[in-house]
């Protein structure tokens, strides 16, 4: 039916607009600004899109599995002063990859969102939260801004929801961009998610977000070794706290003592695996899952050649950092400064400190 009648009638010579005229003039009206506003941003997207060097892809393994692997070797983890965030140069793979990335990790309850909100507050970034793990950006209690060029991530060991009884929470190889973590609209979007996604697992999610389990662990190793292995400077912040006070504070988080026990065997072989590739890369001497405790607290200060105390400097080799709980409620902005300086971050900015051990330290003295 046409909007005006080509042969009018007595009645439509008087009053040629009706009123349905006029509703159907409006509903075509805002087909053409909605048709306008939506190829107004594919064109802006696709103008951004830069297509990926295909030259540096190294595939990945599979989303969920039982042991730590890696996905070969990175040309940007030579061990360098940290460029400041004000003078990055690196142009990611994949226009929808931040050109840096601050993943804070560590067991559960070990201070890991307390670093990250340092970290967060340090890059000036108090308007936005954290990414929590491997939820996008859209996530309406912990929003994020997707396009920043520096992005703070938090993750714990394991990340997710309480832990079930028998259930092991499965080590997850790679966490994809926030924009992969919900649906895509985009036309842009949806091709360098299926790109990623492919390139990673050997899949295509067409729009659709990829799912991950409700609690995983996150292999540091092999999330690394892709982002820069894509031209994103990954940086790992990995916090331990001393061993009985973190397992106190995780039962909140499990309150099954068995596989509480289990998670934080594979989190700590997990965080091992990282200081030995990363940390000690070019030591003979490794640690293991005893042995790496030497890293935390008063321990951490020590000259086991003889015994003598001594100011040893934050641990940090390919932009992974080890960062204790304990040494930063010693030291409090020393050490933070120190950790700015590792990170390439320029700040003025020291938290109010307040130690979490006082009181789990309480009870357990109480339980002695």
């Excluded at 289990?262 to 000690?280: F, P, Q, S």
């Excluded at 204790?324 to 120190?338: D, V």
Aim: overall charge negative; aromatic content about 10%; glycine content about 4%.
């Amino acid at each position: 039916m046409n909007i005006i009648s080509k042969t009018p009638n007595a009645a439509s010579k008087f009053y040629p607009w009706t009123i349905k005229n006029f509703f159907l003039l409006f509903l075509f009206a805002l087909a053409i600004v909605i048709v306008d506003d939506y190829q107004h941003i594919s064109e802006s997207a696709e103008a951004a899109y830069r297509p990926p060097d295909t030259s540096s892809s190294q595939p990945g393994s599979s989303l969920t599995t039982t042991t730590t692997t890696t996905t070969g070797t990175s040309g940007n983890n030579k061990e360098r002063a940290s460029p400041s965030v004000d003078n990055l140069t690196n142009i990611p793979d994949f226009f929808i990859l931040p050109k840096r990335i601050y993943s804070v990790i560590g067991l559960e309850d070990s201070g890991t969102k307390f670093v990250a909100g340092i970290i967060n507050q340090a890059l000036q970034n108090h308007k936005h939260y954290t990414r929590e793990g491997s939820r996008s950006c859209m996530d309406r209690h912990h929003r994020c801004d997707e396009t920043d060029d520096v992005m703070v991530q938090h993750f714990s060991l394991p990340w997710g929801k309480s832990c079930e009884k028998d259930i092991d929470p499965p080590v997850v190889d790679v966490v994809v961009p926030s924009q992969c973590a919900r649906e895509q609209t985009i036309q842009s979007e949806i091709d360098q998610c299926n790109e990623i996604t492919k390139d990673i697992w050997g899949f295509e999610t067409n729009g659709a977000p990829v799912k991950y389990p409700r609690r995983y662990q996150l292999d540091i190793v092999s999330h690394k070794e892709w982002y820069d292995a894509h031209g994103v400077e990954q940086f790992f912040i990995i916090v331990v706290r001393d061993e009985t006070i973190s397992s106190i504070a995780r039962t909140k988080h499990c309150h099954f003592e068995d596989s509480k026990d289990r998670e934080e065997k594979v989190g700590t072989d997990i965080i091992v695996n990282a200081i030995n590739r990363y940390i000690l890369k070019d030591q003979d001497e490794k640690v293991t899952s005893e042995t790496y405790k030497f890293w935390t607290a008063g321990e951490f200060q020590k000259d086991h050649s003889n015994g003598k105390r001594k100011l040893s400097a934050l641990p940090f080799g390919n932009n992974v950092a080890l960062v204790s709980y304990e040494t930063l409620m010693k030291l409090g902005p020393i050490y933070i400064k120190m950790l700015y300086q590792v990170l390439g971050i320029d700040s003025e900015y020291i938290p109010d400190i307040k130690d979490g051990n006082v009181k789990y330290m309480a009870a357990s003295n109480e339980n002695v």
